[in-house]
Nanobody, 114 residues
Framework: VQLQASGGGLVQAGGSLRLSCAAS????????MGWYRQAPGKQRELVAT???????NYTGSVKGRFTISRDNGKNTVSLQMNSLKPEDTAVYYC?????????WGQGTLVTVSS
């Protein structure tokens, strides 16, 4: 399984970006899909996840600003990021979980300038 993330870039604080992750196969097989991020000098952290049943989970710092969605027909999972802050700057990774096996995308850089 390959996950291809896209949509990162440079944006000013307060702006928006939309990340997309395309899977090389049907995402119906994944129990959970989501996004993680890793800022310079920090550990990778969970940003948002969505189960196959549609339940979502967000880390506290992005609640109300980020929205995760998945399109089973297009085999994609997306992350709409609004009201971006400089502390959101990180490499964002797409993740998929199937029976406790983790799959990772290559990461896409998001830089938020103040």
């Amino acid at each position: 399984v390959q996950l291809q993330a896209s949509g990162g870039g440079l944006v000013q604080a307060g702006g928006s970006l939309r990340l997309s992750c395309a899977a090389s196969r049907s995402i119906f097989v994944f129990n959970v899909m989501g996004w993680y991020r890793q800022a310079p000098g920090k550990q990778r952290e969970l940003v948002a996840t969505m189960t196959a049943g549609g339940s979502t989970n967000y880390t506290g710092s992005v609640k109300g600003r980020f929205t995760i969605s998945r399109d089973n027909g297009k085999n994609t999972v997306s992350l709409q990021m609004n009201s971006l802050k400089p502390e959101d700057t990180a490499v964002y990774y797409c993740n998929a979980d199937r029976r406790s096996i983790q799959y990772w995308g290559q990461g896409t850089l998001v830089t938020v300038s103040s």
